[in-house]
């Protein structure tokens, strides 16, 4: 049913303040689905432009031009595992095995992952020297039991980072396997794609939840 101001669907009398007034006890609107690609690939959106984008399990709208999630699914939590003005240095990491960065000693540490579904890690890169190899992966890893080590999302042995230049990096969010979500040991891991990294600091490292 049409008005000259509003439309109404399962309605003779749609809301005067609404462009589209629906009406509905069993079904709700769903709006387009999009990839990440997809998303970014619309051209000029209008600022309320709204898409649920499939990869972060999210609505976002653009403001600006720019997409912004509207919600977060669970609260989101941070922990800073390394923060100091001076970096911590560790040299020849190889690419046989991976080099435990952040571990062993005060850097292996204890989060409960109990009520979360994702998680994501920011490190600020410095001193990177490559050496023979062609790139650094650091990636996070959790423990029950302090001798089994696997990665967080076995699916993409997640979250990682691929380290080819210094910088504040950020990896996606990721989802967290069942049997991860506990309270549990995690440790930061580096291994070079090939060859040898000469070098590699961090000045920072966090671990954000939600």
């Given amino acids: 049913m049409a008005t000259a101001q509003s439309v109404g669907i399962n309605t003779l009398t749609p809301n005067a303040a609404a462009a589209l007034d629906i009406e509905s006890t069993t079904g709700g609107l769903l709006i387009p689905r999009m990839t990440t690609a997809q998303v970014s690939a619309l051209s000029s959106p209008p600022d309320g432009l709204m898409v649920y984008n499939t990869d ?13 999630e509207l919600y977060n699914s669970v609260t989101s939590n941070t922990m800073a595992i390394l923060s100091g ?17 952040l571990g062993l000693t005060v850097h292996r540490f204890r989060m409960d992952l109990s009520n979360a579904q994702q998680v994501r890690v920011t490190a600020n890169v ?9 790139g650094l992966t650091l990636s996070l890893q959790y423990s029950t039991d302090g001798s089994t080590w696997l990665p967080l999302n076995s699916s993409n042995f997640g979250p990682g980072l691929s380290i080819t230049v210094n910088g504040l990096l950020t990896t996606s969010w990721v989802d967290i396997d069942a049997a991860a979500q506990d309270d549990v040991q995690l440790r930061l891991v580096g291994q070079a794609n090939g060859g040898i990294v000469t070098q590699v600091g961090l000045g920072l490292v966090q671990v954000e939840v939600r």
């Fill in 85 to 101: 003005i001076e970096p911590v240095l560790w040299l020849n990491v190889g690419f046989l095995n991976p080099t435990e960065l």
């Fill in 126 to 134: 410095t001193g990177l020297t490559l050496g023979l190899g062609s």
């Fill in 56 to 68: 972060v399990s999210n609505t976002v709208m653009f403001v600006g031009g720019s997409p912004y």
